[in-house]
Nanobody, 120 residues
Framework: QVQLVESGGGLVQAGGSLRLSCAASGNIFSINVMGWYRQAPGKQRELVALAARDGTTNYADSVKGRFTVSREDAKNTVYLQMNSLKPEDTAVYFC??????????????WGQGTQVTVSS
């Protein structure tokens, strides 16, 4: 089992910045993809950003140029730097990590979510 602990959410004014962190622990042999999703009230969960082990990244069009995803593999941690925040970025942000456990079984784990609220 892989556990994810998220931190860094909060309330910020439009135009401000926040940095989310997500640390993975537990039955980890390797991590393939680390990423962030978000879910606003009344909406489906959507991809925000992904960071693959080979260094490639992928962003939702709505956050390109404002958000940056990065990972620190030595700490099994992924970050999301969010700049120029807009009220429409308000959502619960979820960390997702996929990889192989020490038993070489695949895992796909989710964090508990952290609230990001952007006021206008």
């Amino acid at each position: 089992q892989v556990q994810l602990v998220e931190s860094g959410g909060g309330l910020v004014q439009a135009g401000g910045s926040l940095r989310l962190s997500c640390a993975a622990s537990g039955n980890i042999f390797s991590i393939n993809v680390m990423g962030w999703y978000r879910q606003a009230p009344g909406k489906q969960r959507e991809l925000v950003a992904l960071a693959a082990r080979d260094g490639t990244t992928n962003y939702a069009d709505s956050v390109k140029g404002r958000f940056t995803v990065s990972r620190e593999d030595a700490k099994n941690t992924v970050y999301l730097q969010m700049n120029s925040l807009k009220p429409e970025d308000t959502a619960v942000y979820f960390c997702n990590v996929q990889g192989l456990g020490r038993d070489f079984r695949r895992y796909d784990s989710w964090g508990q979510g952290t609230q990001v609220t952007v006021s206008s």
